[in-house]
């Protein structure tokens, strides 16, 4: 008898979408990882670790339908060990504030005022951390970048709403222009960069982040958005010239949207650099490889770093 249970439409999806990309990629961490994400949201939604054991149970029901039967086994085993892992409960109780530095402090402040709905307070901090000689860069990096994901925290322990969530992510988006504006130019290099957020992504900050700091570090720079489809990438960067594309991931889940992007150009007779960021490679760093793109980069700055590497490994 299949198991009875319910649980939030968009948790099932993102299950199930795990499953096939760890066997896909024959990365059974993907999955678990997911399965270990759901367990502390859902704890924090009054609902028991039960609940998600038994929907793991009614999955192994549904494999041959959405995995096929040749991976069949390899879902299955992995469906045990996540389930196992469940024998534990995460709570996510460790902040990504480090409090005890002044970027940290800076940080808290900045969530703290956007929190409270005061946006003008939150720029404030920002803009005064520039002021007083902070590299744009660096404020991504150990201002803005940890604040965020404090907020991906607290929405995951049910300590704020999406609304919360997409005030944040928002208002972060127009404080980010502040800061760019006030950039002084760089000498233009005949290079161009075009970043990406592919898959379901509803997190595009992190590619927005890479396209500016390839703009300041002199480069000719395209941020293209988030959710667009594979094919109409191709086709666009076919269109135009482009040096690299830098793709972001924030959850495993979009992992196999840049796979599907390496794929396409592997036949072509030009194809651009292609290198990764991002939450889900950051947890798994050899998954850059298993997809086969030319690297991974864990900031904004270091991607820069890469890609210039690259294009001179290509020139050479």
């Known amino acids: 008898m299949i198991p009875r249970v319910e649980l939030p439409d968009a948790i099932t999806e993102q299950l199930l979408a795990a499953l096939v990309s760890s066997v896909e990629l024959d990365l059974p961490e993907i999955f678990i990882e997911t399965v270990t994400w759901a367990q502390t949201m859902l704890v924090f939604r009054d609902r028991t670790p ?19 039967e040749t ?38 402040r900045y969530l703290d005022a956007l929190l409270e709905g005061d946006e003008t307070r939150a720029s404030r901090e920002v803009l005064l951390a520039v002021a007083k000689g902070q590299k744009v860069l660096d404020v991504y990096e150990r201002i803005l970048s940890p604040a965020l994901r404090e907020v991906g925290r607290l929405w995951q322990r049910n300590e704020i709403t999406i609304a919360h969530e997409h005030l944040i992510t928002n208002a972060t988006e127009r404080i980010i222009a502040q800061v760019m504006d006030l950039s002084p130019a760089r000498t233009r290099r005949d290079l161009c960069a075009l970043t990406v957020a592919l898959g379901d992504a509803e997190h595009e900050l ?18 293209l ?51 990764v960021g991002g939450a889900a490679f950051d947890r798994h760093p050899q998954l850059w490889q298993r997809i086969g793109v030319d690297g991974y980069a864990a900031t904004p700055l270091m991607a820069v770093a890469l890609a210039n590497e690259l294009i001179t490994d290509c020139e050479a």
């Open 50 to 68: 039960g609940d998600l054991s038994r929907a793991l149970e009614a999955l192994t029901f549904q494999l041959r339908d959405c995995i096929g």
């Open 71 to 108: 991976d069949e086994t390899a879902a299955r085993d992995t469906l045990r060990r996540a389930r196992e892992e469940l024998s534990i409960v995460r709570l996510a109780e460790q902040s990504f504030l480090d409090e005890s530095d002044d970027n940290g402090k800076v940080a808290r």
């Open 206 to 223: 992190g590619a927005r982040m890479v396209a500016d700091a390839f703009t300041l570090c002199g480069w000719q720079a395209s941020f």
């Open 225 to 275: 958005g988030q959710q667009v489809p594979v094919h109409d990438v191709v086709r666009y960067i076919e269109g135009i010239s482009v040096d690299v594309v830098a793709c972001s991931a924030m959850m495993t889940r979009d992992v196999s949207a840049i796979r599907d992007l390496a794929e396409a150009f592997e036949s072509k007779p030009v194809a651009p650099v292609i290198i």
